[in-house]
């Protein structure tokens, strides 16, 4: 059941584990299909998991195939698809962002990649792992982002895909790691709502980051 999804689930776990934004068992990752959920299990270590390892749920939690149990952070996950309509989850102990998330309220737009997220980063508030009231909190200040950062905890990002979620956590963590080494050098400079606009405006202006004519007539051309 979801063969292909729970496939994509442990190669996204494994990935995460390559680029150390998990460490052994910690953090999950999932994939809904429709009225099911295919999640990373509790207590597998994530650079090895096997499809096969991945369980099965419904939109209740109710244990549906799989012989693990699911992630204890099935709340996070389950509440994203319930709130937001997307298909994909990935929640990390990423080190950087973790670490800001012990001292900001909140991640500032430091670079207009971030506008990718939905902008500024909020940082939910602490509570203990794996609760209902920390699906809550979370959900709500990742409200209108695709990415929240959870205090003195860790990293949620959300995708159509599992592939864009894992992007996601990526682009987070990366624009932590600028927000950190700016401030090691003073005070970071922060993209203002008419800079963040006119980033949004040159993006939709130029057809940013989308294959054009030209650029695939160049690609032909290097490739004789």
């Known amino acids: 059941m979801l063969e292909t999804e729970r496939a994509v689930v442990a190669a996204a776990a494994r990935r995460l584990a390559a680029t150390d934004l998990v460490l052994g068992t910690a953090g999950n ?24 390892q991945v369980s099965v749920v419904d939109l209740d939690g109710r244990h549906v195939d799989g012989a693990l149990t699911a992630s204890s952070e099935i709340d996070l996950h389950l509440g994203a698809y319930r709130r937001f309509e997307l298909t994909a989850a990935v929640h ?64 949620l990002a959300l995708g159509m895909s599992v592939e864009q979620a894992v992007e996601n956590t990526l682009l987070l963590e990366w624009a932590c790691e600028v ?15 008419e800079q963040c606009a006119a980033v949004v405006e040159a993006v939709v202006s130029r057809n940013y980051g989308k294959p054009t004519a030209a650029g695939a007539a160049t690609r032909a051309g290097a490739g004789r």
């Open 179 to 193: 927000y950190w080494r700016a401030a090691q050098l003073g005070a970071p400079r922060i993209l203002g709502d």
């Open 92 to 155: 990390t102990h990423a080190p950087i962002s973790t670490a800001l998330a012990c001292v900001l309220d909140e991640l500032p737009v430091v670079h207009y990649g971030m506008l990718a997220l939905g902008g500024s980063i909020r940082v939910a508030p602490y509570a203990t792992f794996g609760t209902p009231e920390l699906a809550e909190s979370t959900l709500d200040a990742l409200d209108g982002r695709l990415a929240v950062l959870m205090a003195n905890h860790g990293t």
């Open 29 to 52: 990752v999932s994939a809904r299909s429709g009225d099911l959920v295919a999640i990373t299990p509790t207590g597998a270590a994530l650079s090895e998991l096997t499809g096969e």
